[in-house]
């Protein structure tokens, strides 16, 4: 069973960092893995993916702010988040496309509150 568990959400005041990590488990490969992210009445939007030879790729509302890095050792995802911003408030969720079967797997998500 392929799994993807997210751990390090939480509550930041503006200007706070916080890490997510996301950890994926199963007989699979995890080839792009990557962060969305999903704010109360709106669609699910990608905040940031790494390949495993490390390209990313980042949304422009967080370039600069955001790093993403993994272990493909591991299959661990993280996303260190800096200088936040209450707009940054969002469930986020962990994603990677996974092989040889060819589908995406998602984790459950979890909770980052920006606010003071």
């Known amino acids: 069973q392929v799994q993807l568990v997210e751990s390090g959400g939480g509550l930041v005041q503006p200007g706070g960092s916080l890490r997510l990590s996301c950890a994926g488990s199963g007989s699979v490969i995890f080839s792009v893995m990557g962060w969305y992210r999903q704010a109360p009445g709106k669609e699910r939007d990608l905040v940031a993916t790494i390949t495993r030879g490390g390209r990313t790729n980042y949304a422009d509302s967080v370039k600069g702010r955001f790093t993403i890095s993994r272990n493909s050792a591991k299959n661990t995802v993280d996303l260190q988040m800096n200088s936040l911003k209450p707009e940054d408030t969002a469930v986020y969720y962990c994603?990677?496309?996974?092989?040889?079967?060819?589908?995406?797997?998602w984790g459950q998500g979890i909770q980052v509150t920006v606010s003071s």
């Open positions: 994603n990677a496309h996974t092989l040889p079967y060819d589908y995406d797997k």
